[in-house]
């Protein structure tokens, strides 16, 4: 279900005009996946190494559980988010209750929660030595062994950690697809006798389905990648057993191999969703005359959909957030002060350069998907967004690997040539740390763009096109101005993602270079979570900047009611 | 002046046009240093150093196995000139992957005692922090629980509390097991030692220690620095966990407590060897003791330094003698065996 993710589906009936190709474009798009796939090669190459054996000693004893865990857990986190993630997006963009115009923004607001952060947040809540439990067991005289407690440190509570903290991805490219939706489509389907519900079941959600896909693809393989949470809370995957087994066992090549079958899943997504929509289109086709006509809601349905909205919001930011604001008052980080102004602005501009230089890049193998579709575009396509599903450490390590092979090769060359060195030009720089970001983001930017790219019907490139316009200028002056919600989403995803991001920021940052993220997992890692929580408060409230201003440009959009472009 | 790290890539462009060799050459007076220790007392530590020397510090502080990685794929160019690790078997496999250089010091070898350094002199450990029981006052008597193997008796079923099998302080524990016993009954013991869990594997050290104290189990391992954080607290919570539990050193009737070590060593491509060696040799010195003992609560490694009240307050007790180098190169056996007898 991740073709979105991944490039059109080709070939296409209905293709866009331009059939002649760009080789520049699609020269772009080869080179950008050359770069994104090399740290991911050097990894993987490391399987034609000898191993120490280990795979054996994994397949009798570890292997058919992480492959069941990481099944399970695809499982419950794509269904949740999936189903959280499309029902709140319909509520909120067609419906009418109270409430119904705070939820499209209070909704977004988990994003900003770091998944390790709700799992600590979790545990220290909820644990038998937590202040839930104790209050109960004070409360009612209770002890061990003697009540029930919900265990949420397992499959089913891993997954729904992740949940909480993932479904906005779905949240927001849904609901874009829905704004863009044209209403023509809908009220035709309502002329010709389709109640509101069957009309979204029929005609909405299947338009929507490219964007619902890069969600959910994009959940997933955040899922799939994540460590710190499953790690905290006991649960096996690929992830951890990679991590183990490289580090512990000190077996690089059996790490690979892993690393290899974790990929596997996600060729395994890739497919299953190519198969599935290969031969349709997606373009609406016609104008959006006008803002779609809200479905007041009974006074019965609005109650029932402010907790279907207010459920997400609640578990997945509000009660976190208190329990890290417990956290901060009881033993709080006291350094709130020159210090972590230095976190926030390295955060910052990381952040904002990362995605700026990922939505870029995104923009580029879209346009190449789109001018030059054919099957080696949808390859070179399909492999750079490749990085989101790889654990961050992996990726991190092909960083060091592949730049560190550069540098080294440069700087002998350099002293063969000239009889002095280059020493180390990228390794240990804030550029290394970029190319990092790039490789790991630059599916969570491809997701809305090309969703977006997909949802501008070909026939008007052919019309402008027969009108003498160049495809730069069919890019410019139609394709810029409608693609400018989904180019923010883009931007807004990878800021985020870069905020809470740790594994590469750890291990590729340069000297004295701390971020918010590291502050946090520091502390965190020498369990002092009561300290960590003022820099994850510091870390969720970053993160609702972006938030709130992608929220304010997308409801000017709506207000306008006119459909964007030219 | 050092080029900031950040815009090396820059300065580095910009010195392949000028092709001016001299920019790029080392600087003298700073120390570059890849720690995976990141408390915050440790910062006192490094500016107490450039006070004393006048030699600046440049850190990245991460795992010990990413940095390790870092550093092999910087290769003959890698800046650093020191590394930290918080586990003997980090630092023994830094060694084993060529990254250090051994390096000899009088000072150190007459401070550091001899099962705490590398006998080539590549590492040393410079503080020691040992794997504890916290019990449960109420519940295990005095001389009840008196040694790892005894977490194994099926007496003790449903009442250990101990985290996961990745963690790299059980698999030195184990490691040191194994020294002592072998193979196979170190797998037995380890089959016992997950039979008798209280709980799966779950959380860090902190969090044993709090389960224990609210009667999820009744014996705890840990590392004491974690026990000692908490005795330290002004938190009530934190106070009424210390009050209900008692440290036990276990084996103190045959080959002593199992101990850990921070360490520390030479890069092997070090630019900065004076530095390095100068920041080595301070490590040892008593105030630099002090640090690690009443910042982190960990046991000071040179004779003569005390380890702070708190600490002090749990005991003297025998320190396994084996040689840290040795468990450290155990630590990929120890954790199959643990796969095997099912520790997650």
Redesign the interface.
């Known amino acids: 279900m991740t073709d979105a993710v991944l490039g059109p589906s080709s070939p296409a009936p209905q293709r866009p005009v331009v059939m002649a190709g760009r080789p520049a474009l699609l020269g772009l798009a080869l080179v950008l996946a050359a770069v994104v796939a090399t740290p991911i090669l050097a990894v993987a190459l490391s399987i034609f190494q000898r191993g120490s054996g280990s795979i054996a ?2 397949a ?3 292997l058919a559980e992480i492959v069941l865990n990481t099944l399970g857990l695809m499982v419950m986190v794509g269904a949740g988010t999936a189903a959280i993630g499309v029902g709140t997006a319909w509520l909120v963009t067609l419906c009418r209750f109270p409430g119904s115009r705070a939820f499209e923004w209070l909704l977004l607001l988990p994003l900003a929660v770091p998944a390790y952060i709700i799992g600590y947040a979790y ?1 220290d809540a909820m ?3 937590g202040p839930i ?2 209050g109960l067991r004070a409360m009612f005289g209770w ?2 062994g003697n009540y029930w407690f919900p265990e949420i ?1 397992n499959l089913p509570g891993v997954s729904l950690m992740l949940t909480l903290v993932l479904y906005p991805y779905v949240y927001l490219l849904a609901r874009a697809a829905f704004l863009d939706q044209s209403t023509c489509v809908l009220e035709a389907a309502r002329t010709l006798g389709a109640s509101p519900w069957t009309a979204c079941l029929r005609v909405g959600l299947p338009m929507a389905r490219p964007a619902i896909a890069a969600g959910v693809a994009l959940a997933l393989m955040e899922a799939l990648a994540d460590f710190g949470t499953v ?4 649960v ?1 995957t690929f992830t ?1 057993t990679i ?2 087994t ?5 077996d690089r090549v059996a790490a690979a191999q892993l690393a290899t079958g974790l990929l596997g899943f996600v060729l395994l997504l890739v497919a299953v969703e190519f198969l599935a929509r290969r031969d349709r289109r997606f373009g609406a086709g016609g104008r959006r005359h006008r803002t779609i006509a809200p479905l007041y809601l009974t006074r019965r349905a609005g109650a029932l959909a402010f907790i279907a909205c207010g459920l997400p919001v609640l578990l997945g930011f509000i009660l976190p957030v208190a329990a890290l604001l417990r956290l901060h008052a ?2 709080g980080d006291p350094l709130l002060s020159g210090r972590f102004l230095t976190y926030a602005q390295n955060s910052f501009v990381l952040a904002g350069a990362a995605a700026v230089l990922v939505v870029t890049a995104a923009t580029l193998v879209a346009y190449a998907g789109r001018l030059s579709p054919g099957p080696v575009t949808t390859t070179a396509i399909r492999i750079a967004s490749i990085g989101y599903a790889v654990p961050g ?1 992996v990726i ?2 092909g960083i ?2 592949a ?3 550069f ?2 090769a440069l ?1 002998g060359w ?1 002293k063969a040539a ?1 009889g ?13 740390l970029l190319y990092a970001y790039l490789v790991r983001f630059l599916a969570v930017a491809a997701g809305p763009v090309e969703s977006g790219l997909h949802q501008i019907p070909a026939s008007l490139d052919a019309a402008a096109r027969t009108l003498g316009a160049s495809a730069a200028k069919v890019a410019a002056a139609i394709h810029a101005p409608m693609l400018r919600r989904p180019l923010l989403t883009a931007a807004l995803l990878v800021f985020v993602d870069v905020l809470k991001e740790l ?1 590469a920021t ?8 701390d971020t918010l993220a ?1 502050r946090v997992y ?1 502390l965190a ?3 002092r979570l009561a300290q960590a929580s003022t820099g994850a408060l510091v870390i969720v409230a970053i993160g609702i900047v972006p938030v709130v201003i992608l929220t304010r440009m997308i409801a000017r959009d709506t207000r306008l009611g006119s459909r964007p472009g030219a | 002046m050092a080029p900031s790290p950040t815009r090396r890539a820059l300065l580095g462009g910009a010195a392949l046009l000028v092709a001016s060799p001299a920019l790029l050459r080392a600087q003298t007076r700073t120390l570059n240093l890849y720690s995976s220790r990141h408390y915050d007392t440790d910062e006192a530590l490094y500016s107490d150093f450039t006070k004393q020397t006048g030699i600046a510090i440049n850190r990245v502080e991460a795992g010990e196995d990413p940095l390790l990685a870092r550093m092999q794929s910087e290769g003959a160019n890698s800046p650093a000139d020191v590394l930290i690790t918080v586990d003997a078997g980090r630092i023994e496999k830094a060694q084993g992957m060529g990254l250090l250089q051994p390096f000899a010091s009088e000072t150190l070898a007459s401070r550091i005692p001899a099962n705490l350094r590398d006998p080539d002199g590549n590492w040393f450990g410079f503080s020691t922090r040992a794997r504890v029981f916290l019990v449960a006052k109420d519940k295990v008597a005095e001389g009840a629980i008196g040694s790892y193997e005894d977490l194994a008796d099926p007496k003790w079923k449903g009442k250990v509390l101990i985290r996961s099998s990745t963690n790299v302080y059980n698999q030195s524990l184990t490691g040191s097991v194994l020294a002592a016993h072998g193979p196979e009954k170190t797998e037995a013991w380890a089959r016992g030692v997950v039979a008798n869990m209280a709980r799966p594997p779950r959380g860090g050290d902190t969090d044993q220690i709090r389960a224990a104290a609210a009667g999820e189990g009744d014996i705890a391992v840990a590392n004491t620095y974690y026990f000692g954080r908490m005795a330290l607290s002004s938190k009530p919570e934190d106070k009424a966990v210390v009050e209900k539990l008692r440290v036990v050193f276990p084996n103190q009737a045959d080959r002593g407590t199992h101990v850990n070590i921070s360490a520390a060593g030479i890069a092997r491509h070090a630019k900065n060897i004076d530095a390095a060696k100068a920041f080595l040799e301070y490590l040892s010195t008593p105030s630099a003791q002090r640090y690690f003992a009443f910042g982190n609560s960990e046991y000071p490694v040179v004779a003569g330094v005390e380890p702070p009240p708190h600490v002090a307050a749990w005991g003297k007790f025998k320190v396994d003698a084996l040689n840290a180098r040795v468990f450290a190169r155990n630590n990929a056996e120890a954790l199959k065996i643990m796969d095997r007898a099912g520790w997650k």
Do not use: C, K
Request: aromatic share 16%.
């Open positions: 000693h994994l009798e004893t570890v545990t644990a038998f030595a439990q104790s002890s061990r440190h790690q905290y809370f006991g096996t951890t991590y183990r490289w580090f512990g066992l000190g009881l033993d450490t991190a390590v060091l690997m730049l560190g092979g540098d080294a700087d350099a000239f002095w060195g280059t020493g180390l030009l990228f390794s240990g720089t804030a550029a290394a594994p750890i291990i590729v940052r340069p000297f004295n270079f590291i520091n890692s020498d369990e």
